[in-house]
């Protein structure tokens, strides 16, 4: 319901968004495994993350992000309690990426779960006075102080069409 209200809302400033159907905030940035490093690198995870305890974020302020190149737009609820552990789970995934030769996660990140997506940078037209009547929707919505409460009990990696799952302590 709150997702329907946001992308509702924002689409009278922007192009059609489109909503996001996997909820899920990044650890890493996205890198293609070749097909004989998924298992090692999958032990490697698991390994670094196993001594990580179960925690809650709030994720609940609005903002407006764009991917590296600036070909498509998001609308994201940023966390903002919680933002320590994530930068610890960060610094661990890191050095499992440096073992393979990857990417590591960007220098300042701003932990947030994608609600909606379109295409271009339309940065512009959904910041602002947009930005501020999601915020306004976000903060009254019913339920909000319930859904916008995450507790962190795993870790999941993607590759493929495969998951793998972490739990936490």
Known sequence: ELLELVVRHARAYAAPLAPVDDFHVSLSQSVV???HWINPFVQSL???LAPFHRFF???NQVKVYTNQNKTRTFIGLEVSTGHFQLLELVSEVDKVMEEFD???F???PSFHISLAWCVGDLTSRLEGQCLQELQDI???FEDSAHLLRI???QIRCK???KYFTFPLR
Do not use: F, H
Request: hydrophobic share 25%; aromatic share 12%; net charge positive.
């Open 151 to 153: 507790q962190w009990e």
């Open 102 to 104: 990857l990417p590591t």
């Open 46 to 48: 698991k390994e670094r």
């Open 159 to 161: 590759s493929g069409n």
């Open 138 to 140: 976000v903060d009254k």
């Open 57 to 59: 974020c709030l994720a």
């Open 106 to 108: 960007y220098k300042d």
């Open 33 to 35: 495994l070749r097909y």
